[in-house]
């Protein structure tokens, strides 16, 4: 890793830091921490809703996925477009109708107490192990291909994403979160499209991909391949659209801009992941052999794919950029995660057991100790994570989300499907859906399927891939199925329950007049556009350091697309208002 890697690498964590700060200014109360106050623009909702759905996995993990098995990855992340548009249409109005401010109070106000407490307690070691996870894997990999020692880069991010999500809550969190994507779009639209153009085009990068055949390597049957395909979007669309993942649409100010959030990452996530993997596509177009460039990764040196075209054919400095989108992708994911579990505990446990008449203060401070709690338990997790070695990063995280998050993941999306189910179906059903995940990891055996398939055995691949798309058929049918049929016990509700239920259907009806909406602080867009002016001018700067010749227009391409959208959020200051409306106080922003 070259000096000019390493200054961008710093000069980034600094940035980030300072809008941190920048927007520490706009929390005021513990509604603001939590969930922004429910004032945010639609743009940076969506923002959150787009980089928390990925991290340093992607450009890792799904990279080695992609250099191996050429388009099977995009299926995951189209999967994820698809749950932004039924988010669009359906669950992303449904949820901000709900008014209210946790994920948890959605499960409240849906299942009663008991199941409430049940998913909060579940969900606090799930979020540290995720953010164990995307920690590690950045360690990892930071480690072996940019010789940064694997606790330091733990520690230190581990620091950047709690110093974000303590100082201001939900507001650092989602203005940290439209920088990060913003850069991270620039870095990897412009990386994508270098990369093509030196293939020689989209048909020669298609006809030079080593494989004869559009599912990959090391599979034979076309039916495990689409029944794997088929069972990851529904997976993805599951992911997005349960109650648990419903808070990035509480922070909008109404249904509306709840629904043109989930739109507009939808969108963002059919164009995106083509171009995130043009590079390890040419990568293994060209013939790259990344286990004699990078020994220190072992058997997971596919996972560098992405950083190989990165640091062959580009100029210096862009593996410090690259390094930056990296961190970014674990960044905006971790804060996120961290202020959901703070708003939970503020809301669902402090408020709820320990001190129902709680100050404005008093909960403020709770929520900046959970967040500082979890942090720290997030780094120490990560530290502590051992390797599994008989999966690949890739397969570590299809597991983790299909036998721990699909048991959370089933009732919370039913539960806005139908009302009438009894209160405990919430806790039932995920009893019932942890089992099953127990039973198909512990005693079912992907052999027994050999029979269907007339085969000795499976290849590694397909064994792999049965294996989680037959945990999933499982829990569709079985925990899907069991939530479903407590229909036949439901009973009309009685008493303070009665009142809830009836609340909760007067709500789901009833559109959020502008008397509810929150006042939206257009300085949000002021702050940031100045930002990303600033960004985009110091990437462009970076073209000086190159050696001439055509190699720094990179640097001036990405800056230019950061330093264009920083205009256009900057002109966003005022909404609705010409300038000749505002008070001239306001004219100077």
Same mark, same amino acid.
């Given at each position: 890793?070259?000096?000019?890697?390493?200054?961008?690498?710093?000069?980034?964590?600094?940035?980030?830091?300072?809008?941190?700060?920048?927007?520490?200014?706009?929390?005021?109360?513990?509604?603001?921490?939590?969930?922004?106050?429910?004032?945010?623009?639609?743009?940076?909702?969506?923002?959150?809703?787009?980089?928390?759905?990925?991290?340093?996995?992607?450009?890792?993990?799904? +990279? =080695?996925?992609?250099?191996?098995?050429? #388009?099977? %990855?995009?299926? *995951?992340?189209? !999967?994820?477009? @698809?749950? /932004?548009?039924?988010?669009?249409?359906?669950?992303?109005?449904?949820?901000?109708?709900?008014?209210?401010?946790?994920?948890?109070?959605?499960?409240?106000?849906?299942?009663?107490?008991?199941?409430?407490?049940?998913?909060?307690?579940?969900?606090?070691?799930?979020?540290?192990?995720?953010?164990?996870?995307?920690?590690?894997?950045?360690?990892?990999? +930071? =480690?072996?291909?940019?010789?940064?020692? #694997?606790? %330091?880069?733990? *520690?230190?991010? !581990?620091?950047? @994403?709690? /110093?974000?999500?303590?100082?201001?809550?939900?507001?650092?969190?989602?203005?940290?979160?439209?920088?990060?994507?913003?850069?991270?779009?620039?870095?990897?639209?412009?990386?994508?499209?270098?990369?093509?153009?030196?293939?020689?085009?989209?048909?020669?990068?298609?006809?030079?991909?080593?494989?004869?055949?559009?599912?990959?390597?090391?599979?034979?049957?076309?039916?495990?391949?689409?029944?794997?395909?088929?069972?990851?979007?529904?997976?993805?669309?599951?992911?997005?659209?349960?109650?648990?993942?419903?808070?990035?649409?509480?922070?909008?100010?109404?249904?509306?801009?709840?629904?043109?959030?989930?739109?507009?990452?939808?969108?963002?996530?059919?164009?995106?992941?083509?171009?995130?993997?043009?590079?390890?596509?040419?990568?293994?177009?060209?013939?790259?052999?990344?286990?004699?460039?990078?020994?220190?990764?072992?058997?997971?040196?596919?996972?560098?794919?992405?950083?190989?075209?990165?640091?062959?054919?580009?100029?210096?400095?862009?593996?410090?950029?690259?390094?930056?989108?990296?961190?970014?992708?674990?960044?905006?994911?971790?804060?996120?995660?961290?202020?959901?579990?703070?708003?939970?505990?503020?809301?669902?446990?402090?408020?709820?057991?320990?001190?129902?008449?709680?100050?404005?203060?008093?909960?403020?401070?709770?929520?900046?100790?959970?967040?500082?709690?979890?942090?720290?338990?997030?780094?120490?997790?990560?530290?502590?994570?051992?390797?599994?070695?008989?999966?690949?990063?890739?397969?570590?995280?299809?597991?983790?989300?299909?036998?721990?998050?699909?048991?959370?993941?089933?009732?919370?999306?039913?539960?806005?499907?139908?009302?009438?189910?009894?209160?405990?179906?919430?806790?039932?059903?995920?009893?019932?859906?942890?089992?099953?995940?127990?039973?198909?990891?512990?005693?079912?055996?992907?052999?027994?399927?050999?029979?269907?398939?007339?085969?000795?055995?499976?290849?590694?691949?397909?064994?792999?891939?049965?294996?989680?798309?037959?945990?999933?058929?499982?829990?569709?049918?079985?925990?899907?199925?069991?939530?479903?049929?407590?229909?036949?016990?439901?009973?009309?509700?009685?008493?303070?329950?009665?009142?809830?239920?009836?609340?909760?259907?007067?709500?789901?009806?009833?559109?959020?007049?502008?008397?509810?909406?929150?006042?939206?602080?257009?300085?949000?867009?002021?702050?940031?556009?100045?930002?990303?002016?600033?960004?985009?001018?110091?990437?462009?700067?970076?073209?000086?350091?190159?050696?001439?010749?055509?190699?720094?227009?990179?640097?001036?391409?990405?800056?230019?697309?950061?330093?264009?959208?920083?205009?256009?959020?900057?002109?966003?200051?005022?909404?609705?208002?010409?300038?000749?409306?505002?008070?001239?106080?306001?004219?100077?922003?």
């Amino acid at each position: 890793m070259e000096t000019l890697d390493g200054v961008i690498v710093l000069g980034y964590f600094a940035f980030v830091l300072f809008a941190a700060v920048a927007f520490k200014r706009f929390t005021t109360d513990s509604s603001g921490f939590i969930r922004g106050g429910g004032a945010m623009m639609w743009w940076m909702a969506g923002a959150t809703a787009f980089m928390t759905q990925f991290s340093a996995w992607t450009f890792t993990g799904a +990279a =080695a996925k992609a250099y191996e098995d050429g #388009l099977t %990855v995009l299926f *995951i992340f189209w !999967g994820n477009a @698809v749950g /932004f548009f039924v988010a669009a249409w359906y669950f992303a109005e449904r949820y901000r109708k709900l008014r209210v401010e946790t994920a948890m109070e959605v499960i409240k106000v849906r299942f009663g107490r008991s199941s409430e407490q049940v998913y909060t307690w579940i969900s606090f070691p799930l979020t540290i192990l995720s953010g164990a996870i995307w920690l590690n894997g950045l360690g990892i990999f +930071a =480690a072996a291909v940019f010789n940064i020692d #694997l606790k %330091v880069t733990i *520690i230190v991010v !581990g620091f950047l @994403v709690t /110093f974000i999500a303590v100082s201001g809550g939900s507001w650092t969190v989602s203005a940290t979160n439209v920088i990060q994507l913003i850069l991270l779009v620039a870095i990897t639209m412009t990386v994508g499209a270098y990369a093509l153009v030196d293939i020689g085009g989209p048909f020669e990068l298609v006809n030079r991909y080593p494989t004869d055949t559009y599912m990959g390597h090391d599979i034979s049957y076309w039916q495990i391949f689409w029944l794997w395909v088929v069972i990851m979007m529904m997976k993805q669309t599951m992911n997005t659209n349960n109650a648990l993942s419903c808070y990035r649409f509480l922070v909008t100010t109404n249904e509306k801009e709840a629904k043109k959030a989930a739109f507009v990452t939808g969108l963002l996530f059919i164009v995106g992941p083509v171009m995130w993997f043009i590079p390890p596509w040419v990568t293994a177009s060209m013939g790259a052999d990344l286990s004699a460039t990078y020994p220190t990764l072992g058997a997971s040196a596919n996972n560098a794919a992405y950083v190989y075209y990165i640091d062959h054919y580009l100029p210096t400095g862009m593996l410090g950029l690259a390094l930056a989108a990296m961190i970014a992708a674990t960044i905006a994911p971790m804060t996120t995660a961290l202020n959901r579990n703070a708003g939970i505990f503020v809301r669902n446990v402090y408020q709820s057991w320990i001190n129902e008449n709680a100050t404005e203060e008093q909960q403020m401070a709770m929520g900046k100790m959970a967040t500082l709690v979890n942090g720290v338990l997030c780094v120490f997790a990560a530290l502590m994570f051992a390797s599994v070695k008989e999966y690949s990063f890739f397969d570590i995280m299809m597991f983790f989300g299909a036998l721990l998050q699909t048991p959370l993941s089933i009732p919370s999306l039913l539960a806005f499907i139908t009302l009438r189910t009894p209160d405990w179906s919430g806790w039932a059903t995920i009893v019932v859906g942890l089992s099953v995940s127990a039973y198909m990891q512990f005693v079912f055996q992907v052999e027994w399927l050999l029979p269907l398939f007339d085969l000795a055995e499976f290849t590694h691949r397909e064994s792999v891939d049965l294996q989680v798309a037959t945990t999933m058929l499982a829990h569709i049918m079985i925990t899907g199925g069991f939530f479903l049929s407590t229909r036949w016990f439901y009973e009309t509700p009685v008493g303070i329950r009665k009142n809830e239920l009836r609340q909760l259907t007067v709500n789901l009806n009833e559109p959020i007049g502008k008397e509810e909406e929150a006042l939206v602080d257009f300085r949000q867009g002021a702050y940031l556009g100045r930002m990303c002016q600033v960004l985009g001018a110091l990437v462009m700067l970076l073209s000086l350091t190159a050696d001439g010749g055509a190699s720094g227009s990179i640097f001036i391409v990405i800056g230019l697309s950061i330093l264009i959208t920083g205009v256009h959020l900057y002109r966003s200051r005022h909404g609705n208002k010409t300038v000749s409306e505002l008070p001239v106080t306001e004219r100077v922003l």
